[in-house]
């Protein structure tokens, strides 16, 4: 399938699209203490996945009742994030063209946006936000391994960054790169996909891209 390409611009500025949760944001840790705090489970953040079915081992339809209340209760406007992101982020902003590609449903724009210009103030606006609308239609299985190499296309994004393998392979897969973020328990591998590059931290991000 080929799609149009927006924001056409002089190649001699590459674009990185970042993803939020788990990147620029600490999901699993507010994803958990939520879980635990409203339905009794006993997660850790390492035990986050995306698998929600899964993680709750419920059926779709409750999955489906729990991310309704998890979004309405705006849990993301109380997540923490790693204070490292802020500089190496504004730093690469001066050479490189910033965006988000968020898997978020779109109707948390609002909360999402208030909470991206709180921490990450003058880097994202609402038109560098870009929501994939992998979720948007509610829990699905094949949603499971949609990923967001179509929307890294239309925005013809030179790097992704997403602690997600499935959204890295699919960007490297496209001939762009991918750093995959985070040394999480859900993004192992005994071998990484061709074009796709780990980094463990923003230190690691800030260092691929400008050396030690
Ligand atoms: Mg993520």
Known sequence: MTLPTLNKRPKNRQKIAIDIDDVLADNATGFVNFSNKTWGTTLQPEDYHEHWMELWNVDLVEAERRAIILTNASIFKNYTHDEAALPVLKRLSADYDLCI?????EHTRDDTLAWIHQHYEGLFNDE???????????????GLSLTKADVIAQLDADYLIDDQLKHCEGVAQTGRKALLFGNYKWNQVDELPSGVTRVN???????HFYGK
């Open 201 to 207: 931290d923003w230190a690691a991000v800030e260092e």
């Open 101 to 105: 590609v968020t898997s978020r449903r």
């Open 128 to 142: 560098t936000i870009h929501y994939a609308g992998i979720w948007d239609k509610g829990i699905t299985l094949s």
